[in-house]
């Protein structure tokens, strides 16, 4: 009678997850846990639940049940690696699904690798989640018929449920701010119009507009299921605003590979998000005959300009069958009248009938009724600045090297011991801002996908934008050969005077330039360059003083537009960590630091914040005194305990022989198989381990094919060449920081 | 003091039968929990038997009681918008009371329970208890005027609501 369900929580960021108010439970094993929870009925055993660097549940800060549910909450620092989750089901349980659960909007969009849900239903003991029902009814579904679904139907009507949001006025006490002056128009004409263009300029809010729109139609009713399609780069700014606009719907992210996407698409919610790609390929190149079935209320098109020419992609769009359409674009159409009518074969599809070759004015009265198109420059109120933050999710290249690179940057600090300081830190922070920025290898940015996608409309508008970064050696000049369509320009201190003048007299006089890419330093102050009304925050500095600075080149004197300022943020990093403090501590900055570099943070935060953001603490303890006085062999003993403790079998070896393996660890894994570790324990308190170490073990490992892999332990330090020579190889390497935080973890401190 | 009214009613639904919900919100009109029966379809014989208390049975024993039982969230007041559910005051002992528009015609002819007038940003509201709890009314009456919302409109969201469900059923299960 058991009906258990596991999520895996990051950090306090789910802490307002319906139904699952994290509670503060003892520190527990996962296998403990998991055993108590299962105690009598069902047993259940996880296996390589974290990345093999990670080794098992070494990062699980808390472990607690609520009700039938399992929380498990590890801190932001750390980096799970859930592709290597595996679950060894007992046969005897059956109707086990192991599932990624559908987002509340806004709660952080890669969790669909952070959250999972294990439900175990052994019987028929799922509770109806909506009804009381007196009578019961013969064809009622049964458990197993309703496996797909995710969500619950009360989820589904949640926002039907909720108090309803005004149309007119501009401030509703059911909605996350107050609207723009200008945009209550524009929801009311969402609402009112199943086909609709809204061609506002970039800043006016379109996706708060098409949000609130929605929300009114789930609220009426009228609409219980959508699709959002849109660039890649815009899926995470979206989430975001569904997040702060619309919490109570449930929103279902389509991306990953061919195998992941079908359930994704067959995943019950109010509203799905792909890109325009995922579209096409799961609709024309490679058909997902269930997701082409689906039937939307609406679907919204955002950049939806993207559709102008026949394409695939327009193929895929106007395969999708919804009775609602709504289009976005900030570009202007008016004038080519191809694209409009392509575009207007998508939202009206009977509009021009049978009128092959429409004529302009046929044209322009026909969508005139069913288009809303507000300029900047036309609207009075608007503010001379705006300002906004673009949270952005990382591409998967981009953050798996994140990952590692916060991981191993981690475990160094922790190396460091007591000789650790702020300077440690902020060189690792500047190195993963650096990696938000741009992934060196594999090229990858989302910040320069999302600047490529909006700077089309921009500069199609006549507009021009500054870029401004820290780095621009490392950030500017590696995208700037991407942005080669707007014609950049790179303004940096290594400049002569002469050069910089040009510069920056061909972008305020000139057409041809459309960006201008500026590092902080030399392009922040005493420049005008009100050309631009468009500026990006490419990195952040902490400090709104900077900021404001860099934005005065274009909000000054002479300039006659609005200007909009984005800040792009990447979200789950340490850009996202620092930007919470901040707001936390709700200070401000008025004095202008004259120090630009990631340096400059120590005066916005304390040392104990800068240490918190990797989960250490100001002057981390040697809790493991022990080790310091252990015997070599006490030692061997010590991690042999250690790896029983992480769920293997382990022998310690004889003190002589066997290729100087030390202990050897074993246990099952998911698929049926043994995993065998060879261990080699070297006690070395403040010595270094060098390569011939690693040498010996890779031969040991080499000779026996039992053996999966190496692992290298030392109560001491590993040599630059020792940790070159494991690359690529199966071996592990766990020096004194990682040991200690293990042992402290596994209670043997 | 916090609020947590509930809106109880039961609907009929387009194919015959009945619904009986439950809604129950904080003083703003924010949903704290939502339950709902089954569809319950009376049978020729059972419609013959039970005549006019055929819906009242429906509405009290069969949904009403059940979906008070179950809820979690437990309701400082009990709103209906049916007067054959004030019945259910009888079986419970919060306070219940039944509204409805000043210019409607209330159903009951009863005139042994109290009833007062109630305004505010909507369209005034004639407020009944049931005929054995006229004490109610006060408190009833405190707790109508802290809430911020039209007391009749979580109603609306009810049937839109079990409308939504009922498609999903069809769709789902046909």
């Known amino acids: 009678m058991i009906t258990a369900k596991l999520k895996i929580l990051k950090g306090p960021r789910y802490a307002a997850v319906r139904r699952l108010a994290p509670i503060d439970a003892p520190k527990t094993a996962l296998a403990e846990l998991l055993q108590e929870l299962s105690t009598g009925t069902a047993s259940i055993k996880i296996d390589k639940l974290f990345s093999p660097s990670l080794e098992d549940f070494s990062i699980v800060e808390s472990v607690s049940v609520v009700g039938q549910d399992l929380l498990f909450q590890y801190p932001l620092s750390e980096s799970i690696d859930l592709d290597t989750l595996s679950l060894l089901i007992p046969p005897t349980i059956q109707n086990v699904q192991l599932l990624t659960r559908p987002q509340r909007a806004g709660k952080s969009y890669n969790d669909e690798k952070e959250q999972l849900r294990l439900e175990l239903s052994p019987d028929n003991s799922i509770s109806e989640p909506v009804s009381t029902r007196p009578n019961s009814r013969k064809n009622r579904p049964q458990p197993k018929d309703r496996r797909a679904i995710f969500v619950d139907l009360f989820d589904l009507i949640f926002p039907i449920l909720q108090p309803r949001v005004l149309q007119g006025p501009q401030q509703n006490t059911f909605l996350h701010s107050d609207l723009k002056s200008w945009q209550p128009e524009g929801i009311r004409f969402l609402v009112q119009n199943e086909s609709a263009l809204l061609a506002d300029d970039m800043g006016l809010g379109k996706t708060v507009q098409t949000i609130v729109a929605m929300k009114i139609l789930f609220q009426q009713g009228l609409i219980k299921t959508g699709i959002i399609v849109c660039p890649k780069s815009l899926i995470g700014p979206w989430e975001r605003e569904l997040g702060k606009w619309a919490e109570e719907l449930y929103v279902v992210r389509v991306e990953g590979d061919k195998y992941t996407r079908p359930s994704q698409w067959d995943t019950r919610a109010h509203l799905h998000i792909a890109n325009y790609e995922t579209l096409t390929r799961d609709f024309i190149i490679e058909p997902y005959e269930s997701a082409i079935q689906q039937r939307f209320d609406l679907c919204v098109l ?44 998508f939202l009206k599809p009977d509009l021009f009938g049978a009128i092959k070759e429409p004529s302009k004015t046929l044209i322009k009265s026909k969508i005139e009724p069913l288009t809303l198109r507000r300029r900047a420059s036309d609207l009075k109120e608007m503010p001379e600045v705006i300002w906004d933050e673009t949270y952005l999710d990382l591409l998967p290249n981009q953050r798996s090297v994140y990952d590692l690179a916060e991981q191993r940057g981690v475990v160094e600090l922790k190396n460091l011991g007591e000789t650790i300081t702020v300077t440690h830190v902020l060189q690792l922070i500047t190195r993963l801002k650096k990696i938000c920025n741009l992934e060196e290898q594999s090229h990858e940015s989302i910040k320069l996908e999302y600047l490529r996608d909006v700077l089309d409309e921009i500069t199609d508008q006549g507009n021009k934008a500054l870029v401004f970064s820290q780095y621009p ?35 305020q006089n000139g057409d ?28 952040h500095w902490w400090n709104p003083a900077v900021m404001k600075q860099a934005v005065g080149r274009a909000a000054r ?86 790896y029983e403790q992480m769920g293997f079998k382990t022998e310690v070896t004889k003190r002589s022989g066997d290729h100087g393996i030390d202990v050897y660890a074993t246990r099952h894994t998911s698929d049926g198989g043994k995993e065998t570790l060879a261990i080699q324990c070297k006690h070395y308190p403040g010595r270094t381990v060098g390569e011939p170490e690693a040498t010996s073990l890779w031969g040991a490992i080499y000779a026996d094919h039992k053996i999966s892999r190496g692992v290298l332990v030392t109560t001491g330090k590993f040599s630059k060449q020792c940790k070159d020579f494991v690359e690529g190889k199966r071996i592990r390497l766990i020096e004194r920081g990682e040991l200690e935080m293990l042992l402290r973890t596994y209670k043997l401190s | ?121 909507f369209e005034p509201i004639i407020v009944k208890t049931h005929q054995g709890c006229n004490s109610d009314l006060n408190d009833a009456m405190s707790h109508l005027r802290s809430l911020r919302l039209d007391p009749l409109e979580p109603f609306v969201r009810i049937q839109t609501a079990l409308q939504a469900l009922a498609e999903q059923e069809v769709a789902k299960y046909g």
């Open chain 1, 302 to 345: 955002d950049e939806i300009q993207r559709i102008k020419n026949a394409s695939k992609t327009s193929n895929a769009c106007k395969s999708l069958n919804a009775k609602r359409r709504w289009g976005l674009s900030g570009t202007p159409l008016e004038n080519q009248a191809s694209d409009i009518v392509n575009i207007f074969n």
């Open chain 1, 473 to 507: 050696n490392e950030t500017l000049q590696k995208i700037m050969p991407e942005l080669n369509k707007f014609r950049p320009e790179l303004y940096q201190g290594s400049l002569s005077n002469a050069e910089r003048d040009r510069k920056v007299n061909h972008f």
């Open chain 1, 512 to 539: 041809e330039n459309k960006v201008l890419l500026m590092s902080l330093k030399s392009g922040g102050v005493g420049l005008t360059l009100t050309r631009a009304n468009y500026v990006f925050l490419f990195d």
């Open chain 2, 1 to 121: 003091m916090n609020i947590n009214a509930a809106f109880l009613t039961l609907e009929t639904t387009q194919s015959g039968g009945y619904v009986g919900a439950i809604l129950v919100t904080d003083q703003i009109g924010i949903p704290q929990e939502f339950r709902c029966t089954h569809r319950v379809v009376a049978t020729k014989v059972q419609q013959q038997l039970y005549g006019g208390t055929l819906k009242p049975h429906i509405g009290i024993e069969l949904c009403g009681l059940p979906l008070l039982k179950e809820i979690k969230s437990k309701p400082n007041l009990i709103i209906l918008k049916d007067s054959f559910l004030l019945a259910l005051r009888e079986k419970h002992e919060i306070p219940t009371i039944f509204l409805s528009r000043a210019e409607g015609i209330i159903e009951t002819s009863d005139t042994k329970s109290s009833s007062e007038k109630l305004e505010g940003d």
């Open chain 1, 557 to 642: 004197i002479g300039q006659e537009k609005t200007v909009f300022v984005r800040s792009l943020i990447i979200r789950n990093s340490i850009e996202e960590k620092i930007q919470q403090i901040l707001r936390d501590k709700q200070t401000t900055f008025d004095e202008i630091v004259d120090d630009l570099s990631d340096d400059a943070l120590q005066q916005r935060l304390s040392e104990d914040e800068l240490f918190s953001l990797f989960g250490l603490s100001k002057k981390p303890v040697s809790s493991v005194r022990l080790l310091d006085n252990l015997h070599w062999a006490g030692f061997e003993d010590l991690v042999g305990k250690l």
